[in-house]
């Protein structure tokens, strides 16, 4: 069952390693999965990127530079 206390567009670092969270995990890592077959070469935007899970999945699929950029400070920070 997926914590329903759990922001759903914002992914803590803490939701990543529950367990009761591996819905939601999937859920952000299908989107990225999903955008990583048409960054390879591009620079690509990340707005909302959180703690940046999704910004390091679209480095790593060959993005030329990934711009990650979020509301939350404290995000950012983790991100860093």
């Keep these: 069952m997926i914590d329903l206390t759990a922001p759903l567009e ?19 890592f299908n989107r990225y999965q999903f955008c990583q077959q048409f960054v390879a070469g591009k620079n ?24 990650a950029i979020d509301i939350s400070p404290e995000a950012i920070a983790t991100a860093q």
């Design 10 to 28: 914002r992914l803590p670092r803490e939701a990543v390693v529950e367990s009761k969270n591996r819905l939601l995990v999937a859920d952000h």
């Design 44 to 67: 690509v935007l990340d707005a909302a990127c959180g703690i940046g899970f999704g910004t390091h999945l679209l480095a790593q699929a060959g993005a030329q530079h990934v711009h």
